[in-house]
């Protein structure tokens, strides 16, 4: 049995446009035609194959992207949100009802944790957030009420990796689902070969690219993105977190690029977390032998695609985060953004940005220090150039 590359299965897929095109027709419709009224109740109860009655429902381009997201992460169905939240936040919903608990990673994107923390407790739905890397201390946080286990692969902003096989195996002795945020690690790591039951992406980042589309992706069984999408109680479907037909047909362009993007993103982090750290820098990046998950992690990727393009540095303090930041941006190095996986460095401060959310006391707590900065490493085509710049940089203010 040949290994898992998840680049062959979107490679295999085939589409062609309406007139022969190389890329398929987007349909630019919200609603639909059907030549008998059988067959529109059908639709509407799900009980028709290929047709389609309402683009809030599905669309041709969102079920073609779909799939091949499907293909990506190995699981036999996907469906796409308008967002990276509007795929988070249906899942917790449709696993969880009033009384229900959630154990989640204590380091995760700052709106997950806004959700978790402020808004679900609404509904009488509570989440304890814990040190995901310790299996001991998720497990003790489990109760009978709990339903979901939930991470992220690799953590925003601190890049703590989730040992997704033991979490898998804690959630099948407790009969919870394991949610898996892998937008940091697209194509390196595939979590539901590793036990997990549900995959979410941020279309936004690495998976697009390019920074103009805003994007999500749910990938599971059959089953459950059915049930996503059922027009009576399916949190998908009744919340409204529709992506359009244009911007599916866009991240769907870019999805066949991503294995060349993810190589050279993983190739210039590897090296200039290397260098930084050989200069003295603090650095955090899951290639480094320093990064205490590097050996789990070494054992979860597909080794083709490296150890992903997401690095952090800390400057110091908050002054001199900025003032890095701000000298870097001037010298064409990168902007001062807040997202990743663009061509160019992305950096931000998450304490005051991505992260915010979080009260300052919690930040101090899991380690997220007022001068780490946290870098999306670009395409750079010569990445010493890229580093000598960038050391320069620090040695004009005095971080090295």
């Known amino acids: 049995m040949s290994k898992f590359n998840p680049a062959d299965k979107i490679q295999d897929?085939?589409?062609?446009?309406?007139?022969?095109?190389?890329?398929?027709?987007?349909?630019?419709?919200?609603?639909?035609?059907?030549?008998?009224?059988?067959?529109?109740?059908?639709?509407?109860?799900?009980?028709a194959e290929g047709c389609y009655l309402y683009s809030r429902h599905s669309s041709p381009m969102n079920l073609y992207l779909g799939q091949a997201l499907a293909a990506m992460e190995g699981?036999?169905?996907?469906?796409?949100?308008?967002s990276g939240m509007g795929?988070?936040?249906?899942?917790?919903?449709?696993?969880?009802?009033?009384?229900?608990?959630?154990?989640?990673?204590?380091?995760?994107?700052?709106?997950?944790?806004?959700?978790?923390?402020?808004?679900?407790?609404?509904?009488?739905?509570?989440?304890?957030?814990?040190?995901?890397?310790k299996l001991?201390?998720?497990?003790?946080?489990?109760?009978?009420?709990?339903?979901?286990?939930?991470?992220?692969?690799?953590?925003?902003?601190?890049?703590?990796?989730?040992?997704?096989?033991?979490?898998?195996?804690?959630?099948?002795?407790?009969?919870?689902k394991l949610v898996v945020d892998n937008t940091f690690s697209p194509l390196s790591v595939a979590p539901v070969q590793l036990g997990a039951d549900v995959v979410i992406h941020s279309l936004t980042k690495f998976i697009n690219g390019s920074s103009d589309t805003v994007g999500g992706v749910?990938?599971?069984t059959q089953q459950f993105i059915d049930d996503l999408r059922n027009v009576n109680n399916g949190a998908s479907m009744l919340l409204g977190p529709t992506m359009d037909s244009l911007r599916s047909a866009s991240i769907l362009k870019n999805l066949r690029t991503l294995h060349i993007r993810m190589k050279q993103h993983s190739h210039n982090a590897m090296y200039l977390s290397q260098k930084f750290q050989q200069d003295?820098?603090?650095?955090?990046?899951?290639?480094?032998?320093?990064?205490?998950s590097h050996q789990l992690y070494k054992g979860?990727?597909?080794?083709?695609?490296?150890?992903?393009?997401?690095?952090?540095?800390?400057?110091?303090?908050?002054?001199?985060?900025?003032?890095?930041?701000?000298?870097?941006?001037?010298?064409?190095?990168?902007?001062?953004?807040?997202?990743l996986g663009f061509y160019k460095t992305l950096f931000s401060a998450p304490g005051t940005s991505t992260s915010s959310e979080i009260p300052l006391e919690e930040q101090k707590e899991m380690g997220l220090t007022d001068g780490l900065i946290r870098m999306s490493i670009g395409l750079d085509n010569d990445i010493e150039r890229t580093y000598q710049m960038m050391k320069a940089c620090m040695k004009e203010l005095g971080i090295l």
């Open 13 to 47: 897929l085939q589409y062609f446009g309406e007139f022969g095109g190389v890329n398929p027709s987007i349909s630019d419709s919200s609603t639909y035609t059907f030549l008998s009224a059988k067959t529109m109740f059908d639709t509407f109860e799900g009980n």
């Open 75 to 82: 699981t036999e169905a996907a469906n796409v949100a308008a």
């Open 87 to 133: 795929a988070i936040t249906p899942v917790l919903l449709q696993l969880c009802g009033a009384g229900d608990h959630i154990v989640s990673s204590r380091t995760i994107y700052g709106g997950t944790y806004a959700f978790l923390k402020n808004f679900t407790p609404k509904f009488n739905i509570t989440t304890t957030f814990v040190d995901i890397t």
């Open 136 to 176: 001991d201390v998720v497990e003790a946080a489990i109760t009978p009420n709990t339903k979901v286990l939930y991470c992220e692969t690799v953590s925003n902003p601190l890049l703590e990796v989730a040992d997704i096989k033991g979490l898998a195996q804690l959630a099948k002795k407790h009969n919870l």
């Open 218 to 220: 749910i990938c599971g």
């Open 280 to 292: 003295g820098l603090k650095v955090v990046y899951p290639g480094l032998e320093s990064h205490p």
């Open 300 to 339: 979860m990727i597909n080794p083709e695609y490296g150890f992903g393009g997401m690095m952090t540095i800390d400057a110091g303090s908050l002054d001199q985060a900025n003032a890095l930041m701000e000298l870097m941006q001037n010298k064409n190095l990168g902007y001062l953004a807040v997202s």
